[in-house]
C-alpha cells in the first residue's frame, strides 16, 4: 500500500497560485489512480482533480482552466497547481491514492485564499 503525504498549502490572495504536492511512500506508485479532493468546512468533501494512472486527468467544472494535476511516477508525487485562486478555493485539501478498489489517503493541507 503507499502512504500520501501532502505538502504546500498556505495564505495567498486572491488571483494567487499555489502547488500542491503529493508525496505517496510505497511500491508500485505508476499502478495507483491519484487525486484531489477538498473540504470546506462545514461542507462534505469533494472531488478536485484525479489523474489516472495513464496519465488521463479529470476536473471538477469548478476549478477546470485554473487548476492542472499531473504526476512524477519516477518520484512518486503527484501536483495540483492551481492558479487564479479565489477566497471559495479555501479549504483543507487531501491527495487520494487509489487501486483495485483500496484507497489511502493523506492528512491533508490548509490552502486559505484571503486578502
Known amino acids: 500500500q503507499v502512504q500520501p503525504v501532502e505538502s504546500g498549502g498556505g495564505l495567498v490572495q486572491p488571483g494567487g497560485s499555489l502547488r500542491l504536492s503529493c508525496a505517496a511512500s510505497?511500491?508500485?506508485?505508476?499502478?495507483?489512480?491519484m487525486g484531489w479532493y477538498r473540504q470546506a468546512p462545514g461542507k462534505q468533501r469533494g472531488l478536485v482533480a484525479t489523474i489516472t494512472s495513464g496519465g488521463s486527468t479529470n476536473y471538477a467544472d469548478s476549478v477546470k482552466s485554473r487548476f492542472t494535476i499531473s504526476r512524477d511516477n519516477a518520484k512518486n508525487t503527484v501536483y495540483l497547481q492551481m492558479n487564479s485562486l479565489k477566497p471559495e478555493d479555501t479549504a483543507v485539501y487531501y491527495c487520494?491514492?487509489?487501486?483495485?478498489?483500496?484507497?489511502?489517503w493523506g492528512q491533508g493541507t490548509q490552502v486559505t485564499v484571503s486578502s
Open positions: 487520494n491514492a487509489e487501486s483495485q478498489g483500496f484507497g489511502f
Open positions: 510505497g511500491p508500485f506508485f505508476s499502478r495507483y489512480a
